[in-house]
C-alpha cells in the first residue's frame, strides 16, 4: 500500500492537527471524557461505538499481564498470587483518567484475571466502565457445550457482574488437537469451538436476553476464517457488533513477510472499515518489541520528538484510523498506565509525515530479520521443560543490541560471540535451551504469531552449537 491510499483510510485524520481531528474525524465522534472538543483539554481521547453507541476510552486496558507479589507480571511469574491491592489503585486511577474499557479474559494469569478484574471493579459503579472478555475454549476439553456454556457463566460470577459489554470469540483462526490427539485444520477448530456444540448460536442467544450486549472476535491465524465471519456478516448469518484484531506500524504492511501465516494489518482493518464494523485493537507495541526498537531507530525517533517515549509512536499510529474505537495496552506497571494515558489525553494523531517516517522504521525493523515472539506464553508449558520465549527474547536482544554474531571475519565477532553465549546462559537456564527440544510440535498450535517454533528452536539450536564450535577452534 502506498502513502496515498494509507492517508485515504486514516480518513484525512492523519494529516490533521487535533483540533480539527475532533471536529472532522466523523463516525468516531472523537471527544474529552467529559464531552469537550477542545484537544487541548487534557482529557482521555474518547471514540463513539456506531453500532451500540457506547462512548468508549481510545486506551483500553488490558488485564493480561497484571502485577503479582513481589513485582513483575503473571506471566513471568505464574506461582506468585496477583497484587490485588496494586490492580485495585491502578483500574482506580484509569478510571479517574477517564479509561473505562476492560479487557479480560479466562485464560489471562493463568485463569485469574478475571477474578482480579472483577473484585476490583465492584468497588465502582457498574454504569461507568465496559467489561471486554472472552470465550476462550481453546482446549478440546472445553468445547462440548455444557463445557463451554459453564465458562462462559463463570465469567459472570469472578466478574461480578450480570452481564458482559463486549464477550469475543477468542483467537479464530488457529487450530488445535481434539481428545484423540488428532491436529485439526483451522475451519475445523474453529467448527470444534463454536459451531458443532451449537455454542455460537447460543451466545446469541445471550445477546438478545441481555448478558452480553456487543458480540464479536479476536483473530489470530487463517485468513479464511476472518473472512467467512465476515461474509457471514455480510449476508446477515451473524452480525458483528465490532473485531479485535493486530495493529500496529511494523504489522500494517510486513506482517505476512514477517511470517507467511499472517495478514497484514491494513487488510483486516479495510475489511472492518469497509462494513462500518468498529476495530478494537491488540498489540500496538507487538508484545512490547515496539517499545523496545534497536538503539540505532531509538536515535532516529529521539531526533524527532525527543521528549516522547518510544512506545508513544506505536500508540499514536493505532489510535488514528477512523473506525478504531480502542487500543489495548497490557499495563503491569503504574508508570506505563500513566504514560499511555498521557499519550492518549488527548490523541495528537500521526501526521503524513510521520507516518512515511514510520513506515521507513518498519522496513528497518523488519530487515532485522527478529522472531516475531510477543511473549504471549501461549506455546507454555513445554513438556520438555524449553524457556521458548526466553530463548526468543534472548535472540531478538543480541539484534537489538547489535550483538548478534554473523561473520568470523567481523572484527567484533569473537566479542559478539562472547557476549551472546554469557548472555544466554545467563537468561536461559542450562536445562531450559534449545538443545533440549524434540521437535515434538505441542507448541506451534498455540502461537497467535503462527511462529514455526519447532523450526526455530532448530535453527537456534544449530546457531548456537555453531557459536560453541566456533569458540572451540580459537
Known sequence: MNRRDFLKIFGGAAIASAPVLSACVGKNETQSASSSQNASDGKMTMRRNPISGDVISLLGYGMMRLPVVGGGAGR????????????????????????????????????????????????????????????????????????????????????????????????????????????????????????????????????KEGKIRNLGFSYHGDIAIFDMLLKWHDEGRYKWDFVQIELNYLDWNFADEINPS??????????????????????????????????????????????????????????????????????????????????????????????????????????????????????????????????????????????LPQSRRDEVYAKQRKAFLVGYDRSVPRLRQVDHCIGCGECRPHCPQNINIPGEMRRMDRFVEQLKRNSQEE
Open 76 to 207: 513471568e511469574n505464574p506461582n506468585a498470587p496477583i497484587d490485588q491491592d496494586l490492580v485495585n489503585r491502578q483500574i482506580d486511577y484509569a478510571l479517574e483518567h477517564g479509561v473505562n474499557y476492560f479487557d479480560t479474559s479466562p485464560a489471562y494469569c493463568q485463569g485469574r484475571s478475571e477474578t482480579s478484574t472483577g473484585i476490583a471493579l465492584a468497588r465502582h459503579d457498574r454504569s461507568k466502565f465496559f467489561i471486554a472478555t472472552k470465550l476462550s475454549n481453546f482446549a478440546a476439553s472445553n468445547w462440548s457445550r455444557k463445557e463451554s456454556q459453564e465458562m462462559f457463566y463463570n465469567s459472570l460470577k469472578y466478574l461480578q457482574t450480570d452481564y458482559v459489554d463486549y464477550l469475543l470469540l477468542h483467537a479464530i483462526g488457529g487450530t488445535a488437537r481434539d481428545l484423540n490427539g488428532k491436529n485439526l485444520n483451522p475451519l475445523e477448530t474453529f467448527n470444534a469451538r463454536y459451531m458443532d456444540n451449537g455454542i455460537l448460536d447460543w451466545l446469541v442467544e445471550q445477546k
Open 262 to 403: 499472517n495478514t497484514d494489518a491494513v487488510y483486516l482493518y479495510e475489511e472492518l472499515q469497509k462494513r462500518g464494523i468498529p476495530s478494537v485493537i491488540m498489540e500496538p507495541l507487538l508484545g512490547g518489541r515496539l517499545a523496545n526498537v534497536p538503539d540505532p531507530i531509538v536515535a532516529k525517533m529521539k531526533s524527532r520528538r525527543p521528549e516522547d517515549s518510544i512506545a508513544s509512536w506505536a500508540f499514536r499510529f493505532a489510535g488514528t484510523p477512523e473506525g478504531v474505537v480502542s487500543v489495548l495496552s497490557g499495563m503491569t506497571y503504574m508508570e506505563h498506565l500513566v504514560e499511555n494515558v498521557k499519550t492518549y489525553s488527548p490523541l495528537e494523531p500521526i501526521t503524513a509525515e510521520e507516518d512515511e517516517f514510520l513506515m521507513d522504521i518498519a522496513k528497518d525493523i523488519y530487515n532485522l530479520k527478529t522472531i516475531p515472539c510477543n511473549e504471549c506464553n501461549y506455546c507454555m508449558p513445554c513438556p520438555y521443560g524449553i524457556d521458548i520465549p526466553a530463548v526468543f527474547v534472548h535472540y531478538n536482544k543480541m539484534i537489538k543490541e547489535g550483538n
